[in-house]
């Protein structure tokens, strides 16, 4: 059962506290450590299916190797949505607590305008594989009401930083063939983040 779960049942956000949901994102964190560590074994599963088709000829192995492969094609495709959901409730838990503990008892008035509706869309949005981690960070921010002025900085929803901008902009050269070992990028991502790195979404030149 997802967090926005617990919303079906008769708690409401502001019956929790900023311990209850730093627990419950410890949860997060360790089913989304899991969910990658089955994701890493199903594309290794799925490589080898693909070694062994290449090493046998007969056309019959072969048709019985590429539904393994779809197999393993339809598991990682499920792995991969399951994490995109955790990361987007862990996303919620995070903003939700980074609000009471910012701002304490004052907090509550706010978090009681959070009606059912507004949980059942976030929940929509969660369960919806179409809506990536930044378009739902975009919705939760409107929602919470997250950054507002100073606290930007310290907003857990923000983009990633520096060094999180450099290997970003590392893996999407590599990709394009642009940089050839990992050796390589990984120089290439520590000189970007000692330096000059654009903010997600700016232009490169």
């Known amino acids: 059962m997802g967090f926005l779960d617990w919303f079906r049942r008769d708690k409401k956000l502001t019956d929790y506290s900023p311990e209850d949901l730093r627990r419950e994102e410890g ?14 074994k199903a594309e290794e599963a799925r490589k080898e299916v693909f070694r062994q088709g290449l090493a046998v000829k007969s056309p019959v192995r072969r048709r019985i190797l590429a539904r393994k492969y779809e197999e393993r094609e339809t598991e990682i495709r499920r792995l991969e949505s399951e994490i995109s959901r955790i990361l987007k409730e862990n996303m919620t838990v995070s903003a939700l607590r980074y609000r009471l503990e910012r701002k304490g008892k ?38 919470l009401g997250v950054l507002e002025g100073a606290e930007a900085e310290a907003d857990p929803l923000a983009a990633v930083g520096r060094e999180g901008r450099a290997v970003l902009e590392v893996w999407e050269r590599m990709d394009q063939g642009a940089i050839a070992s990992v050796e390589e990028g990984l120089r290439e991502a520590r000189d970007l983040a000692g330096g000059t790195v654009p903010e997600s979404g700016e232009s490169q030149a």
């Open 27 to 40: 949860r997060l964190e360790i089913r989304e450590a899991q969910a990658v560590s089955r994701l890493e």
């Open 106 to 143: 004052s907090e509550s008035a706010l978090l009681k305008k959070i009606g059912e509706a507004d949980v059942e869309a976030l929940r929509e949005l969660v369960e919806n594989d179409g809506v990536g981690e930044e378009m739902y960070r975009e919705k939760l921010t409107t929602l």
